[in-house]
Structure formats: structure tokens, C-alpha cells
């Protein structure tokens, strides 16, 4: 192979990692924000209180008591 050629591929390896690396990090950023930020919120703690009080307290699938809020889809 030519030189050109095994230089395109290591370039080619370098972005694939470093798309990676950064998505990885994106996603932890927005895992804790989430979890440390969004959470603890006013806005998330009314928006639990309407989606509980709408079902009457009850979880829509078996029926038992909910204790916690998660999407339909």
C-alpha cells in the first residue's frame, strides 16, 4: 500500500475514536444534568405532581399504587 493510502485510513481510525469520545462525553454531561439538575427542578416536580394526580395515584398498567412518573412510549 501506499503511504497516501495508510494515511487516509489513520485519519479515517482518528475521527472515528474522537466522534466517539466526544459523544460519549455529551452523553454524560447529559445524563447528569438530568440527574443532578432536571430532577430536582420545580418544573419536573410539578409536571410528577399533574401526570399522579391525573391517574388518581395509579399505576395505569397493573394498577398498584405509582410512586413513580415514566413515559408511555
Not at 45 to 61: E, F, H, S, T
Amino acid at each position: 500500500m501506499s503511504v497516501e493510502v495508510l494515511l487516509i485510513i489513520v485519519i479515517g481510525i482518528t475521527l472515528f475514536v474522537l466522534k466517539q469520545w466526544l459523544f460519549n462525553v455529551k452523553r454524560k454531561r447529559r445524563r447528569e444534568y438530568y440527574r443532578n439538575v432536571y430532577l430536582k427542578s420545580d418544573e419536573w416536580k410539578r409536571k410528577r405532581y399533574v401526570v399522579l394526580k391525573r391517574d388518581n395515584w395509579q399505576c395505569i398498567y397493573c394498577g398498584a399504587r405509582a410512586t413513580q412518573v415514566h413515559h408511555k412510549r
